[in-house]
């Protein structure tokens, strides 16, 4: 069974068969914990191998940087694509950017070129831009009941990201002597590819006229206080996350400790922020996503403290995890928010303007990560996540405090 033959001639919502519903969302979760790879490696990666190439230390974070730009220069373009030909389009193009991802990196590593490197991460950023857009697919064609624990299911295969990305930096980093990480990134190339053969089994409905015409103006919505609240909580959740993750594995490095140690908190914090979102969906339901978005800013915070608490690496691994927490229950939160704020017709629209806010700010805070750290230290890098924070809660209390919209 192909796209177009499940498609919908009708402008309104269209419930899958249950069969297909269920190996969309096995497909996608698996795709899931292979990309997963890619940011991992990246995140790991990226500040070494731009501290070796980079012609300033200044310069070490860029990449991470570039990476974040790349998300959100292609979270509109891939929205387009899937509002026009399909999301299995905009998902197969994304794995093409993956692989080449891993082999412009390992190219840039040998031949030592720091803006070859730069484009990678660049592709990169656009590989997991559409990655994250696996979550919202998870969604389409599914009852509004079951959307928050489909999209949470999809995330928990970052799971196995969390175990694969680190291992695969472990057991490759050295294996060309003369060239660390270059057998790393083309690894990396490859998993990318067999997630590509993976989401060529995904079935789900092609756009719909309404859908490609794209239903009410984004001004419309955007106004909406749920739009804002899911649109900032989300941003902050995902920059802080992201500014603190970029700076920690350099910050463990200045501090004395190995590579080794900076690998394996990364894998716990990626652990962190995908295993809760076997249940995140359910607490959702439960509790509401609002409640569930604040209560991942708070973990954030938290994650914060205990970093200002010390430079052991036990706090370093604390930090990571407990900001892991705080990135899943606010994310998916914020994402199970956006679901609430536009009609079927609009949603590929809606969903990657939210993505396209989220990887903007996103970009801020990995830019000025890196020149925090080198300038001012770990501690500062810490106290400055607070400011956004408290933004993100105010908005989520506002917001709350109306009454939800009613959507057809």
């Known amino acids: 069974m192909t796209d177009s033959s499940i498609a919908s001639a009708a402008d309104v919502f269209v419930e899958l068969p249950a069969k297909i519903q269920t190996g969309?969302?096995?497909?996608?979760?698996?795709?899931?914990?292979?990309?997963?790879?890619?940011?991992?490696?990246?995140?790991a990666t990226g500040a070494i191998v731009g501290d070796m190439l980079a012609p300033s230390p200044m310069l070490a974070t860029l990449p991470i940087s570039i990476f974040v730009v790349g998300m959100a220069a292609c979270i509109l373009p891939a929205g387009s694509i899937a509002r026009r030909h399909g999301r299995r389009a905009a998902f197969l193009v994304g794995t093409g950017a993956?692989?080449?991802?891993?082999?412009?990196?390992?190219?840039?590593?040998?031949?030592?070129?720091?803006?070859?490197?730069?484009?990678?991460?660049?592709?990169?950023?656009?590989?997991?831009?559409?990655?994250?857009?696996?979550?919202?697919?998870?969604?389409?064609?599914?009852?509004?009941?079951?959307?928050?624990?489909?999209?949470?299911?999809?995330?928990?295969?970052?799971?196995?990201?969390?175990?694969?990305?680190?291992q695969l930096v472990n057991v490759t980093m050295n294996l060309w002597p003369p060239y660390m990480f270059a057998v790393t990134y083309l690894a990396q190339g490859a998993v990318a590819a067999i997630a590509a053969l993976i989401l060529l089994g995904v079935k789900l409905p092609m756009p719909s006229a309404a859908e490609v015409a794209g239903g009410r103006p984004l001004p419309v919505i955007v106004r909406q206080p749920r739009f804002v609240a899911a649109a900032v909580s989300g941003a902050v959740s995902y920059m802080l996350m992201n500014f603190l993750m970029t700076a920690a594995p350099l910050a463990m490095h200045i501090c004395g400790h190995s590579q080794e140690s900076a690998n394996l908190g990364l894998?716990?914090?990626?652990?962190?922020?995908?295993?809760?979102?076997?249940?995140?969906?359910?607490?959702?339901?439960?509790?509401?996503?609002?409640?569930?978005?604040?209560?991942?800013?708070?973990?954030?915070?938290?994650?914060?403290?205990?970093?200002?608490?010390?430079?052991?690496?036990?706090?370093?691994?604390?930090?990571?995890?407990?900001?892991?927490?705080?990135?899943?229950?606010?994310?998916?939160?914020?994402s199970a928010l956006v679901l609430e704020c536009h009609r079927p017709e609009e949603k590929t629209r809606v969903q990657s303007l939210n993505d396209f806010i989220v990887f903007g700010l996103m970009a801020v805070g990995s830019f000025s990560s890196g020149g925090l750290l080198s300038a001012y230290g770990w501690d500062s890098v810490l106290w400055v996540s607070f400011v956004p924070l408290v933004l993100a809660v105010a908005a989520l209390a506002v917001a709350m405090q109306r009454k939800a919209p009613v959507l057809r």
Do not use: E
Not at 126 to 153: C, H, I, M
Not at 307 to 319: E, Q, Y
């Open 24 to 43: 969309n969302i096995w497909r996608l979760a698996i795709a899931q914990a292979l990309a997963g790879a890619n940011s991992t490696v990246l995140y």
């Open 98 to 166: 993956g692989v080449l991802t891993g082999l412009l990196g390992a190219l840039a590593v040998v031949l030592g070129s720091f803006w070859l490197y730069c484009l990678a991460a660049f592709l990169g950023g656009g590989y997991a831009a559409v990655v994250l857009t696996f979550r919202f697919a998870a969604a389409d064609g599914v009852a509004p009941g079951r959307r928050a624990r489909a999209l949470s299911l999809v995330m928990a295969g970052g799971v196995v990201a969390g175990v694969i990305g680190p």
């Open 267 to 334: 894998q716990w914090h990626v652990i962190a922020m995908y295993g809760p979102s076997f249940f995140t969906g359910s607490l959702i339901k439960r509790f509401g996503a609002g409640s569930v978005a604040t209560v991942g800013l708070l973990l954030t915070g938290l994650a914060a403290v205990i970093g200002l608490a010390g430079i052991d690496v036990a706090h370093f691994w604390a930090t990571l995890i407990f900001l892991g927490l705080g990135w899943n229950f606010g994310f998916l939160g914020a």
